[in-house]
């Protein structure tokens, strides 16, 4: 029997549709899910995008739903059929650590976390993965070569962490993930972007200590190992987003000004970032050395491991 054009397209699109699998990425609107979602959908899944804020992408697989995590539940319908379902909700923690930001940061991670695992535990059908992203503020400041096992600290952001995380290393009937990552390097967001935006006016501000470590990995690299962490059920746990190269401050500031070439040079003391950030000033002046040390069992390969080639690649893209 011949078959019509129609339908030959109908069962194309079945098939196709059949092949696909459904992630569900919470907070999709913020720099990580931004990148990360357009390379999901590259990749064949479909996705569907839970957030306070729309983000378009034109693509049939790709879907959206409006949703205050921390005024609603998490309906069960949602997640579904779903393959993966990736946590990356979170206030903005660069910002000045008043009582209520701090309530802010803390509640939306480990609320949001707390009702995704509420929902996937009432679930007949859970995900094959949980993922949520974390960070390596939970170890000790000034401490060096932290592995996943390495001692955790007491300050307010290392108890965030391990609240954050608790919820989904105690999620049932799924593989769980905690990604604690590191400054993440990417154009438009993030760190990256905070120290470039000076150097328009021919400014460099520096505000770390000199030879300061800064744990960073590139937002590249960061969406390959979301994606591997999906399709290989060797990753679990706590994992170091991480690069294995070490990074200070000085160097940063080394490698911009091999591109660009600022008139002034001004470095922020301690004491105004303290008035302008508060206790978070602190953290941005602590070093944290971390190894990658799971990612580096599971053989994965970073693309811009080296500090140079992470750094020139984003300034190649101004």
């Known amino acids: 029997m011949k078959l019509e054009k129609d339908q030959i397209k109908y069962i194309i699109q079945q098939n196709d549709k059949n092949m696909r699998k459904k992630i569900i990425v919470l907070g999709g609107s913020g720099l990580i899910g931004r990148n990360l979602i357009p390379k999901l959908l590259i990749e064949g899944f479909e996705v569907l995008n839970i957030d306070l804020h729309k983000l378009e992408f034109k693509d ?54 707390q009702k995704i695992v509420n929902t996937i535990e009432k679930s007949e059908k859970k995900p094959h993965v949980l993922i949520s992203a974390s960070g390596i503020s939970v170890y000790k400041k000034n ?122 040079h001004i470095r922020i003391p301690h004491i105004i970032l303290k008035l302008i950030f508060s206790d978070f000033a602190e953290e941005i002046n602590t070093s944290i050395d971390v190894k990658p040390q799971k990612l580096e069992h599971l053989k994965f390969k970073f693309k811009y491991s080296h500090p140079s080639t992470c750094i020139l690649n984003l300034i190649n893209k101004e």
């Open 60 to 113: 049939q697989n790709y879907k959206f739903k409006k949703l205050n995590l921390l005024k609603s539940n998490l309906n069960a319908d949602l997640i579904k059929d779903a393959k993966a379902v990736i946590n990356l909700i979170g206030h903005p923690i660069n910002k000045r650590w008043t009582d209520k930001n701090k309530k802010l940061i803390y509640n939306s991670r480990v609320i949001s976390n």
């Open 143 to 264: 401490s060096r070569k932290n592995t996943e096992n390495s001692p955790t600290d007491d300050r307010f952001i290392a108890n965030l962490v391990k609240d954050w995380e608790e919820p989904v290393l105690k999620c049932s009937g799924t593989r769980n993930i905690c990604f604690r990552q590191a400054y993440v390097f990417a154009k438009g967001g993030g760190l990256f972007e905070t120290i470039i935006k000076p150097y328009k006016f021919l400014v460099s501000l520096q505000i770390f200590k000199e030879k300061q470590i800064i744990p960073f990995i590139h937002i590249e690299d960061l969406c390959e190992i979301y994606i591997q962490a999906i399709k290989n059920q060797e990753y679990k746990g706590i994992i170091n987003a991480v690069s294995p190269e070490k990074l200070t401050s000085s160097e940063i500031f080394k490698l911009i000004e091999r591109a660009k070439h600022p008139f002034f």
